[in-house]
């Protein structure tokens, strides 16, 4: 059980309440703060004459129509059914869930005026694995991540769709089954919920859970192939990098030394008196990566444990601000720069693959046995490079761009909405990039046998081969590569 509460949320609490599959529960304090915020609402609205943006008004363009009190409810509900205009591809399970558990936190703060029970049926939602359909594409990440968040709100209307139990079903077949009535929206609390970053905070936080696994396995792989190409260990030393000591740098070189510590073939007197970069320059580059995910983490810690609807509600001032908290700018940016230092690991991860069934170093060329019968491992640095190439195509900063919406009210958008579904496809083929370093390294490492490398490898490529065996001949490889992908995504390395 996880108790929702204005204590920070970080990324490995998140961690724990995904793959642990946690109940929430709320605090007494968030309890405290949710009703006591929508008290002041009801109490506000009832004595004021004057509008207030989104609860007695219309939206964007139309926040100059003032709505009548009996129709303030059916103003919610209207905005939630005329903003549910995604499309495209249907957002991935484990990311609305994400969305689910970061808008629950997001009104544990009290600012946002919803009622109670609206939080406590999101809640119940995410216990039992109701999980709404959301549609990937049509929030432009400024007003909020509109579209997407209506989306996940239909449920609660008793409208949209659902899965559950494995099965796609209407919402309101879902509540029916489980004798559950559809809220009834007060003032504000549509608004509450389509405006916010949860869609680009949920897609972010699932890509760095998944950068922690890809920046350590981005070592463990590059120290395989550095063994199995003879690489030289001197370009690692601590003392070099304490000269230039960026903190990613530091880290990886004493990655990779931990990873090779003890192999023979690290201790064998080398010919060659330089590597190329792609081995030599491993600190440099998957360090300066590390760093970036360190402020994209820093950036996304702070937005998850944030108020960002609007208008934003402060009982204890007795204020409601209209302002920007929504604006996915800060968000965009870092998932820009995300992509990019992902990008670069697999795109020096592809030359070391090249590096390795090039024919060096006596390594036969293409990594197989009678070449030229045999095309061996040849088109899997095709694959690899085709994907490499996509990933510099989705790296295209979406945060550059910006397109004038709601009749000129709505002039900036963050695009962020855009930046973190590209930055999902770009971790996805991180996966598979370093599966093909993975399936050459593995195989270039058998030709320098007897000799063994270091004990965490051996262990490594141990387990590897009960579901990848070495390749004698040519094969159909697809199903070696996709076996790859799994081991890895199933590997668990912490130091």
Known sequence: MHQISTSTLDFDKISEIITLNKKLVLSDEAIKNIVCCREYLDNKTALQNEPIYGINTGFGFLCGTEIPNQDLEKLQKNLVMSHACGTGDEVPIEVVKLMLLLKIQAFSYGKSGVQLQTVERLIYFFNNEIIPIVYQLGSLGASGDLAPLAHMSLPLLGLGEVF????????????????????????????????????????????????????????????????????????????????????????????????????????????????????????????????????????FLTEINSVTDNPTVFPELDEIISGGNFHGQPLALALDFLAIALAELGSISERRSFQLISGSRDLPHFLIAQPGLNSGLMIPQYTAASIVSQNKQLCTPASIDSIVSSNGQEDHVSMGANAATKCYKVVENMHRILAIELLNGAQALEFRRPMQSS?????????????????????????????????????????
């Open 164 to 299: 559950y139990k494995g099965v796609k079903e209407a919402a309101a077949d879902v509540l029916i089954k489980l004798n559950l009535k559809p809220i009834q929206l007060k003032s504000k609390e549509g608004l509450a919920l389509l405006n916010g970053t949860q869609f680009m905070s949920a897609y972010g936080v699932w890509c760095l859970l998944q950068t922690k696994k890809i920046s350590i396995h981005a070592d463990l792989i590059g120290s395989i192939s550095l063994d199995a190409f003879e690489g030289r260990i001197e370009p690692f030393k601590k003392h070099l990098h304490t000269i230039r000591p960026h903190k990613g740098q530091l880290q990886t070189a004493d990655n990779v030394l931990k990873f090779l510590e003890g192999s023979e073939i690290t201790k064998k007197q080398k010919k060659h008196i330089q590597d190329p970069y792609s081995f030599r320059c491993i600190p440099q580059v998957h360090g300066a990566s590390k760093d970036v995910f360190a402020y994209v983490e820093n950036v």
């Open 455 to 495: 004990t965490i490898i051996e262990k490594t490529i141990s387990e590897y081969r009960k579901i990848v065996p070495f390749i004698e001949a040519d094969q159909v490889l697809y199903i070696q590569i996709e076996k790859s992908i799994l081991f890895l995504k199933s590997l668990n390395f912490k130091f």
